[in-house]
């Protein structure tokens, strides 16, 4: 099982600056990570995939990078409705046995 | 709008069955790969299962093979996933997602997901 680790566990950030979130793949995913975002009471929603590639209708403030074991989401300017809980998650598998992170919770420091 | 809503969950005795239901609305469901995702708070989010546009094949985690089944309905544009031997640890928010194209495990949307709650 490909195990995704998640860095920091929380994470202060003021609105208006730079959030950098992190995730390690512990085997190469090549490009096949995908971030969420969850807001408290609701389903995950997709930001981005194939590692930086933003889903639809999702601000150009989000930023992926990264390819193989590491990746990073880059929140540029964060919002008010940015602060949630942040999840990555490997597709690369087949037969699928998909993995998620332990998850960032981004706060208003 | 594509739209996921999943019903069938509730509290069930150790042991016993669920079967959840997803119904799918906005797009052409027959063309979608679908999943099936659960979350605990103490284990976050957890793949559960997989099937393909056609029903078959069909994937399911290590901690569920063989007490689950995943199926759908293509005429009635609905999945579903048959829970048996129901255990503590199944407790969770199962959400179903569909594939975001066919053959990647992106997953968008999501249903606002059914809690199921295995206690005596």
């Known amino acids: 099982e490909i195990v995704m680790t998640q860095s920091p566990a929380t994470l202060s950030v003021s609105p208006g600056e730079r959030a950098t979130l992190s995730c390690r793949a512990s085997?190469?995913?090549?490009?096949?990570l995908a971030w969420y975002q969850q807001k408290p009471g609701q389903a995950p929603r997709l930001l981005i995939y194939?590692?930086?590639t933003r889903a639809t209708g999702i601000p150009a403030r989000f930023s992926g990078s990264g390819s193989g074991t590491e990746f990073t989401l880059t929140i540029s300017s964060l919002q008010s409705e940015d602060f949630a809980v942040y999840y990555c998650?490997?597709?690369?598998?087949?037969?699928?046995?998909?993995?998620f992170g332990q998850g960032t919770k981004l706060e208003i420091k | 709008e594509v739209q996921l809503v999943e019903s069938g969950g509730g509290l069930v005795q150790p042991g016993g069955s669920l079967r959840l239901s997803c119904a799918a609305s906005g797009f052409t469901f027959s063309s979608y790969e679908m999943n099936w995702v659960r979350q605990t708070p103490g284990k976050g989010l957890e793949w559960v299962s997989y099937?393909?546009?056609?029903?078959?094949?069909?994937y399911y985690a290590d901690s569920v093979r063989g007490r689950f089944t995943i199926s759908r309905d293509n005429g009635k544009n609905s999945l579903y996933l048959q829970m048996n031997s129901l255990r503590a640890e199944d407790t969770a928010v199962y959400y179903c997602?569909?594939?975001?194209?066919?053959?990647?495990?992106?997953?968008?949307?999501w249903g606002q997901g059914t809690l199921v709650t295995v206690s005596s």
């Open positions: 099937i393909s546009s056609s029903g078959s094949p069909t």
């Open positions: 998650q490997q597709h690369n598998n087949w037969p699928p046995m998909y993995t």
């Open positions: 997602a569909k594939a975001r194209t066919s053959g990647t495990g992106a997953l968008e949307p």
């Open positions: 194939g590692g930086s």
């Open positions: 085997q190469s995913v090549s490009s096949n």
